[in-house]
């Protein structure tokens, strides 16, 4: 079987389109590509409407079946090739959209899954919701980025540690500490003081140094999802006078100044707090991220919903402990056994591509206090019973495995593939060229 891949951000266009929308689709496809590869031969295009027909009809004279895999949303997703295609995307809201706006009859998503005839996603939640809308018998899997063969390999060459004794990171690109920063800088026009930053000189290596009890969380500040302002306030209230805790927020994001303006006037706001707050703003080679994980105590998320959350996934499956609400993809895997879990609320919101901003759908709701509830509890885990966290750490990495392995990942793939290739009623090939 052949199965063609393609996502619009690729190799060559990753750096400029960090924080933009469906950037981190790339990431995922790079992460099925090895299992993809022991199902078929796996070719990634550049030019879909050039490519994908030409090796579906050379398949085709061969006798051999033929699948296009797009990883984008739905809406993003062509329909018109005569070659079966398959939407591979990510989604965190408790409905789809499910009627025509903005003039784009594939902005219902209906219209464009019943083309294709089939999907495939990253979580139960996401299938219940596309089921919801296409039936019960949708041909739709859960299949998450499968991360945990890699990340557990290197988290256990890690210290699996609450704390370790000081670990140093070199950085290239802006570094934020709120110990040696000037916050007056970032305050009120009227009140600021001090030097600020220079967003445009050149990046540069800077070494940071990690110790106590850290709390990281990776993500991109400008996605209205990620609720990152309640994480830092909570942070700097519960810690407000404890020296040794610290919350790393490592961004991932194309441009410095847009990523980071709205966090340091949140530094400022939040004062005082003797905790530390480190922000990170550019590139970690392989051997300083590893570095971060084996700092980190803790990652934290607070998003209103996730789709999978790659970051979450990663530090869990090497082995820490998430602070995090239960909610849409996370519920395949936090659990209290891995997790100091955030209440939360549901809350009336519009899909985030809708220009009308219509109320459609829900997204879930931080509860703040029980956020820093979650702080402190699992602080105090890590100064007063390493045993628990031991043990939180060991289903941390046993919950990804079940939930994100490449063994996972192939064995739910080939069953689909084989139930949609080899079944006439079920057939993408037919569905496809409706």
């Known amino acids: 079987m052949l199965i063609i891949i393609y996502s619009e951000t690729n190799q060559h266009t990753i750096a400029k389109n960090l924080g933009r929308s469906e950037y981190s689709y790339y990431f995922v496809l790079k992460e099925y590509r090895p299992v993809l590869e022991r199902l078929g031969r796996v070719v990634e295009v550049s030019d879909p409407d050039v490519e994908v027909d030409a090796m579906y009809r050379e398949c085709q004279a061969q006798g051999e079946a ?93 210290l699996c540690q609450p704390r370790v004794p000081k670990v140093t990171l070199k950085i290239k690109g802006l570094l934020v500490d709120s110990r040696q920063l000037d916050l007056r800088a970032f305050g009120p026009a009227h009140l600021r003081k001090g030097t600020g930053i220079d967003f445009k000189a050149p990046p540069r290596e800077r070494e940071l140094v990690l110790d106590g009890v850290v709390y990281t969380s990776v993500f991109n500040p400008c996605d209205g999802r990620k609720n990152w302002e309640d994480m830092l306030s909570a942070f ?29 006037h949140h530094l400022y706001k939040n004062q005082p707090y003797v905790c530390r707050v480190v922000v990170i703003y550019g590139y970690l080679a392989d051997a300083d991220y590893e570095c ?114 490449q063994a996972c990942a192939e064995q739910r793939l080939q069953a689909f593939f084989q139930q949609l290739l080899e079944t006439p009623e079920a057939s993408i090939a037919e569905t496809s060229q409706v």
Request: hydrophobic fraction near 40%; aromatic fraction near 12%; glycine fraction near 4%.
């Open 236 to 264: 700097c209230v519960t810690f407000r006078k404890v020296q040794d805790a610290t919350l790393v927020l490592k961004l991932t994001h194309h441009d410095a100044e847009e990523a980071l303006t709205d966090i340091l």
């Open 66 to 158: 033929c699948v296009f895999l797009s990883f984008s949303p739905p809406h993003r997703t062509p329909t018109h090739y005569a070659c079966p295609t398959i939407p591979v995307f990510a989604w965190e809201f408790s409905t789809i959209p499910n009627e025509s706006f903005a003039g784009e009859p594939c902005n219902d998503w209906r219209t464009v899954l019943a083309t294709t005839g089939a999907a495939i996603t990253h979580s139960t939640y996401t299938v219940n919701a596309v089921r919801d809308a296409m039936g019960a018998d949708y041909p739709v899997i859960a299949v998450p980025a499968p991360v945990w063969d890699r990340f557990a390999a290197r988290g256990a060459q890690l």
């Open 292 to 405: 971060l994980v084996q700092a980190t105590s803790y990652v934290v998320n607070t998003s209103y919903g996730e789709g999978q959350c790659l970051p979450l996934m990663e530090f869990m499956s090497c082995g820490k402990p998430a602070v995090a609400p239960r909610t849409t993809a996370m519920i395949d895997y936090l659990s209290t056994d891995n997790a100091f879990l955030i209440d939360s609320t549901e809350e009336l919101t519009a899909w985030p591509h809708d220009p009308r901003k219509a109320f459609r759908t829900l997204r879930y709701i931080t509860n703040w206090a029980s956020l820093c509830v979650a702080y402190r509890t699992s602080y105090e885990v890590v100064k007063g019973d390493t045993e628990c966290y031991a043990r939180m750490s060991a289903q941390a990495v046993a919950s990804l495995e079940k939930f994100c392995s």
